[in-house]
């Protein structure tokens, strides 16, 4: 008898210390330091790919709608566009592949590791302006949360937040018109 409670309380230990996985947050991925070089009079719409959604018994991802919504906010922030509309049309397309999101499965220290293949296309002519995978990857200690699955939405919206920021970097330095 003396194993089965300590086996449920065992259990009921790790159910407080891993918590629910919850998604990982726009607000947290955008990034406010990326102020372009150069800013374009064009238009740009956002099309994201290969994002998943958090389930609440898994590690936290990033999802379409939140990498979307979190590059939205840094490329108003920085101006690398003069407007990000919802739909066409526009003078650009940024298509963002989010082809590779590692994260450990447990652990204390945790490293996040994001590639996201993108291609800027200008809407006119179909043609391809820019294209780059960018490769990103942060280490979340294991004093910044109590809870693993909190490591590891910090860790994702780090390495989201740095990867929109190198991206932004480099289609500024485009100069486009």
């Given amino acids: 008898m003396s194993n089965r409670v300590s086996l449920l ?22 990034t406010t330091a990326a102020a372009a070089a ?12 290969g994002g998943r959604q958090t389930s609440s018994t898994y590690v936290p991802q990033i999802s379409n709608e939140d990498f979307t919504t979190a590059l939205r906010r840094s ?13 066409l049309p526009a003078d650009y397309r940024l ?15 945790v ?16 043609r391809k302006v820019w294209a780059r995978g960018i490769h990103t990857q942060y280490t979340v200690p294991s004093d910044k ?9 910090i860790g994702n919206e780090a390495a989201a937040r740095m990867n929109i920021e190198q991206m932004l970097n480099e289609v500024s330095a485009l100069k486009l018109p």
């Fill in 145 to 153: 949360a109590y809870a693993f699955v909190d490591r590891v939405r």
């Fill in 111 to 126: 490293r996040v590791e994001l590639e996201v293949g993108y291609q800027l296309i200008e809407t006119a002519t179909n």
């Fill in 95 to 109: 298509l963002a592949y989010i082809g590779r999101l590692d994260s450990p499965m447990m652990g204390m220290t």
């Fill in 75 to 87: 490329i108003e922030q920085g101006g690398a566009f003069a407007r990000v509309p919802a739909a």
């Fill in 9 to 30: 309380l065992l259990c009921c230990a790790c159910a407080l210390v891993s918590g629910c996985a919850t998604p990982s947050r726009p607000e947290a991925m955008a």
């Fill in 38 to 49: 150069h800013k374009s009079a064009g238009t740009v719409i956002l099309e994201v790919s």
